[in-house]
């Protein structure tokens, strides 16, 4: 079928046989008020996409556990990140992964990144207002061989916004000021994966509600890969990266380059 009738027939079903909604919102003093965070990191590039993620799952000042996995596949092409409530973005993830194993099974083709967020948005959409919902998801991927790298940002009120980057969670600030330094479209494989990881770890030495284990992943036509995992407190990742520094040719006194090479190390 044409794919805009395929993705009409999306909406229209998830409209019809969607997430199941909670018929009464929840009340202002019955629900809980409890702050939470996490810090999520995905772009583009040359390579396919890198997606870098914490693990750090917290209730208020109590860290629940600091090995939650916040990036769930839907697909062997398609993951989605989670940041925001763990119940909410759970439970409506897993929602879009059965609906698109259930479309490849009656269109015989996998569900493209594009309908997959369609999917979401519409089901964040039809819940009633003052539910208390808390996502921000990122859904990524390849659709075919021969397509182009898909980024997706989908959020509690059903937005949904297609781009290049994206840094979502209480530690997005920090690791938005690493990326915009940084951030190339034509990086190598192994430059992007330590610019997501530093990245995120940057946002870890300054969000209490990030840390645990520093999860990176790769994404190209292959599939999804987990890359690395290291712990968030590794002095390793506290190095900064090696920077090559060259003497200046027009500066013929040794002794001057001496004298400022000392002044700026000392500092």
Known sequence: RPLWRVESALE???????APLISKPVAENARSHLAH??????FAFAGGIVCCVDSRASMG??????ETEKVLPLSPYIVATMAGSAADCGYF????SA???????????????????????SALRRQPRGLGLSVGTMIMGFDSQESQATLCYVDSDGARVNGRLFAVGSGSPWAYSVLDAEYRYDLSIEDALNLAQRAVHAATMRDAYSGGYINVFLLNHSGWTRMRRL???????????????????????????????ERYFSQ
């Not at 229209?12 to 969607?18: H, K, L």
Request: charged content about 25%.
């Open 61 to 66: 000042s109590f860290v629940g556990s600091s």
């Open 12 to 18: 229209q079903s998830s409209s019809e046989i969607g």
């Open 99 to 121: 609906r698109a194993k259930l479309f490849e099974l009656e269109e015989g083709r996998p569900l493209s990144v594009l309908s997959a967020s369609r999917m979401l948005a």
């Open 231 to 261: 712990r968030s407190d590794d002095p390793y990742l506290a190095r900064p990266p090696p920077v090559l520094r060259s003497k200046p040719e027009n500066i013929r006194d040794t002794s001057i380059v001496a004298a400022c090479s």
């Open 37 to 42: 965070g996490t810090t999520t990191v995905a």
């Open 93 to 96: 993830i897993r929602y879009v």
